[in-house]
Protein backbone atom coordinates (compact mmCIF):
# COMPACT_ATOMS: atom_id res chain seq x y z
CA UNK A 1 0.00 0.00 0.00
CA UNK A 2 1.20 3.63 -0.71
CA UNK A 3 1.64 6.56 1.40
CA UNK A 4 -0.26 9.89 1.16
CA UNK A 5 0.64 13.62 2.36
CA UNK A 6 -2.58 15.74 3.29
CA UNK A 7 -1.00 18.88 2.17
CA UNK A 8 -4.46 21.24 2.78
CA UNK A 9 -4.86 19.83 5.88
CA UNK A 10 -1.13 20.51 6.82
CA UNK A 11 -1.94 23.67 5.69
CA UNK A 12 -4.60 24.30 7.34
CA UNK A 13 -2.73 23.24 10.68
CA UNK A 14 0.12 25.38 9.77
CA UNK A 15 -1.88 28.56 9.55
CA UNK A 16 -3.40 28.05 12.60
CA UNK A 17 0.21 27.41 14.11
CA UNK A 18 1.68 31.03 13.02
CA UNK A 19 3.10 31.79 15.95
CA UNK A 20 6.12 29.59 15.11
CA UNK A 21 7.69 30.32 11.84
CA UNK A 22 8.96 26.45 11.74
CA UNK A 23 8.83 22.64 13.05
CA UNK A 24 11.82 20.90 14.89
CA UNK A 25 12.30 17.39 13.80
CA UNK A 26 10.50 15.80 16.46
CA UNK A 27 7.31 17.83 16.07
CA UNK A 28 7.33 16.49 12.08
CA UNK A 29 7.68 13.19 13.44
CA UNK A 30 4.68 13.18 15.66
CA UNK A 31 2.77 15.07 12.43
CA UNK A 32 3.59 12.47 10.22
CA UNK A 33 2.66 9.64 12.59
CA UNK A 34 -0.86 11.28 13.04
CA UNK A 35 -3.50 9.94 10.71
CA UNK A 36 -5.25 13.17 10.03
CA UNK A 37 -2.43 14.76 7.67
CA UNK A 38 -1.70 11.27 6.33
CA UNK A 39 -3.69 9.10 3.68
CA UNK A 40 -3.19 5.53 2.98
CA UNK A 41 0.06 5.29 5.18
CA UNK A 42 1.42 2.13 5.87
CA UNK A 43 2.26 1.25 9.38
CA UNK A 44 5.84 -0.60 8.59
CA UNK A 45 6.72 2.07 5.70
CA UNK A 46 5.86 5.11 8.42
CA UNK A 47 8.56 3.04 10.49
CA UNK A 48 11.31 2.64 8.42
CA UNK A 49 10.59 6.15 7.10
CA UNK A 50 10.65 7.01 10.78
CA UNK A 51 13.89 5.03 11.64
CA UNK A 52 15.50 6.58 8.50
CA UNK A 53 14.98 10.05 9.48
CA UNK A 54 16.20 8.87 13.02
CA UNK A 55 19.24 7.39 11.43
CA UNK A 56 20.07 10.68 9.78
CA UNK A 57 19.16 12.94 12.81
CA UNK A 58 21.88 10.68 14.54
CA UNK A 59 24.19 10.63 12.29
CA UNK A 60 24.06 14.32 11.62
CA UNK A 61 24.16 15.05 15.63
CA UNK A 62 27.79 12.49 15.86
CA UNK A 63 29.03 14.36 13.05
CA UNK A 64 28.44 17.94 15.15
CA UNK A 65 29.99 15.98 18.08
CA UNK A 66 32.73 15.09 16.36
CA UNK A 67 32.99 18.37 15.03
CA UNK A 68 33.01 19.62 18.59
CA UNK A 69 35.07 17.33 19.99
CA UNK A 70 37.89 17.73 17.34
CA UNK A 71 37.32 21.62 18.05
CA UNK A 72 37.42 20.95 21.84
CA UNK A 73 40.55 18.65 21.21
CA UNK A 74 42.43 21.96 19.42
CA UNK A 75 41.64 23.75 21.81
CA UNK A 76 43.05 21.76 24.77
CA UNK A 77 46.18 21.04 22.71
CA UNK A 78 46.49 24.48 21.95
CA UNK A 79 46.09 25.63 25.62
CA UNK A 80 48.46 22.48 26.84
CA UNK A 81 50.68 23.80 24.46
CA UNK A 82 50.71 27.23 25.43
CA UNK A 83 50.85 25.48 29.30
CA UNK A 84 53.64 23.61 28.34
CA UNK A 85 55.19 26.55 27.02
CA UNK A 86 54.93 28.42 30.35
CA UNK A 87 55.86 25.40 32.24
CA UNK A 88 59.04 25.43 29.62
CA UNK A 89 59.84 28.82 30.36
CA UNK A 90 59.09 28.78 34.11
CA UNK A 91 61.73 25.92 34.16
CA UNK A 92 64.18 27.77 31.84
CA UNK A 93 63.70 30.41 34.65
CA UNK A 94 64.30 28.33 37.28
CA UNK A 95 67.16 26.93 35.72
CA UNK A 96 68.99 30.21 35.05
CA UNK A 97 67.88 31.69 39.00
CA UNK A 98 69.88 27.55 39.63
CA UNK A 99 73.03 28.79 38.03
CA UNK A 100 72.93 32.39 39.23
CA UNK A 101 72.44 30.17 42.99
CA UNK A 102 75.17 28.40 41.69
CA UNK A 103 78.14 31.13 40.80
CA UNK A 104 76.57 33.00 44.04
CA UNK A 105 77.49 29.72 45.93
CA UNK A 106 80.54 29.41 44.19
CA UNK A 107 81.74 33.12 44.96
CA UNK A 108 80.90 32.99 48.74
CA UNK A 109 83.06 29.82 48.54
CA UNK A 110 85.57 31.51 47.30
CA UNK A 111 85.24 34.09 49.39
CA UNK A 112 85.64 31.86 52.19
CA UNK A 113 88.62 30.59 51.36
CA UNK A 114 90.57 33.21 50.48
CA UNK A 115 89.04 34.64 53.97
CA UNK A 116 90.60 31.32 55.29
CA UNK A 117 94.14 31.33 53.52
CA UNK A 118 94.05 34.97 54.75
CA UNK A 119 93.31 34.57 58.33
CA UNK A 120 96.56 31.49 58.25
CA UNK A 121 98.61 33.95 56.60
CA UNK A 122 98.24 35.98 59.12
CA UNK A 123 98.25 33.77 62.11
CA UNK A 124 102.00 32.40 60.67
CA UNK A 125 102.76 36.23 60.29
CA UNK A 126 101.92 36.98 63.84
CA UNK A 127 103.92 34.11 64.98
CA UNK A 128 106.66 34.32 62.83
CA UNK A 129 106.25 38.08 64.25
CA UNK A 130 106.41 36.64 68.33
CA UNK A 131 109.09 34.76 67.83
CA UNK A 132 111.44 37.21 65.80
CA UNK A 133 110.29 39.23 69.08
CA UNK A 134 111.37 36.77 71.61
CA UNK A 135 114.63 36.10 69.82
CA UNK A 136 115.17 39.87 69.51
CA UNK A 137 114.46 39.86 73.35
CA UNK A 138 116.79 37.59 73.85
CA UNK A 139 119.74 39.37 72.25
CA UNK A 140 118.80 42.45 74.52
CA UNK A 141 118.64 41.04 77.87
CA UNK A 142 122.15 38.93 76.33
CA UNK A 143 123.88 42.03 75.17
CA UNK A 144 122.47 43.73 78.76
CA UNK A 145 123.97 40.85 80.74
CA UNK A 146 127.45 41.51 78.90
CA UNK A 147 127.51 45.28 79.18
CA UNK A 148 126.66 44.80 83.05
CA UNK A 149 129.22 42.01 82.91
CA UNK A 150 131.51 44.70 80.99
CA UNK A 151 130.77 46.89 83.63
CA UNK A 152 131.42 45.04 86.54
CA UNK A 153 134.95 43.87 85.02
CA UNK A 154 135.38 47.43 83.94
CA UNK A 155 134.88 48.85 87.85
CA UNK A 156 136.95 45.93 88.67
CA UNK A 157 139.77 46.84 87.12
CA UNK A 158 139.49 50.25 88.57
CA UNK A 159 139.20 49.54 91.57
CA UNK A 160 142.86 46.98 90.83
CA UNK A 161 144.64 50.19 89.23
CA UNK A 162 143.45 52.41 92.08
CA UNK A 163 144.88 50.11 95.11
CA UNK A 164 147.83 49.28 93.06
CA UNK A 165 148.29 53.02 92.79
CA UNK A 166 147.74 52.91 96.39
CA UNK A 167 150.15 50.77 96.60
CA UNK A 168 152.75 52.74 94.32
CA UNK A 169 151.77 55.67 96.46
CA UNK A 170 152.49 53.99 99.85
CA UNK A 171 155.49 52.58 98.97
CA UNK A 172 157.15 55.73 97.19
CA UNK A 173 156.35 57.52 100.41
CA UNK A 174 158.13 54.90 102.51
CA UNK A 175 161.12 54.76 100.02
CA UNK A 176 160.93 58.59 100.69
CA UNK A 177 160.93 57.96 104.51
CA UNK A 178 163.93 55.49 104.07
CA UNK A 179 165.95 57.52 101.74
CA UNK A 180 165.31 60.62 104.42
CA UNK A 181 166.20 58.19 106.93
CA UNK A 182 169.54 57.12 105.55
CA UNK A 183 170.09 61.04 104.34
CA UNK A 184 169.61 61.75 108.21
CA UNK A 185 171.47 59.07 109.18
CA UNK A 186 174.14 59.44 106.35
CA UNK A 187 174.63 62.94 107.71
CA UNK A 188 174.69 62.20 111.69
CA UNK A 189 177.86 59.86 111.01
CA UNK A 190 179.14 62.94 108.71
CA UNK A 191 179.07 64.52 112.09
CA UNK A 192 180.41 62.52 114.22
CA UNK A 193 183.46 61.69 112.12
CA UNK A 194 184.36 65.46 112.31
CA UNK A 195 184.28 65.27 115.85
Not at 43 to 52: K, V
Not at 116 to 137: D, G, H, I, S, V
Request: glycine share 2%; hydrophobic share 35%; net charge negative.
Amino acid sequence: MGMGWCEERFTDYRTKQSTKSWLNVWELIELVGVTYFSKDIDRQILSMCINEVFSELILNILKQVGRDVRQEMEEQMAQKSSELEQYLQRVRELEDMYHRLEDALEDERQAKQDEEAMRKLQARLLEEEAAKRAELEQIYLKQQRELSQTEAEKEELIAEQLAKERELQAASQQLDRLEKERQGALEQYQVHQDL
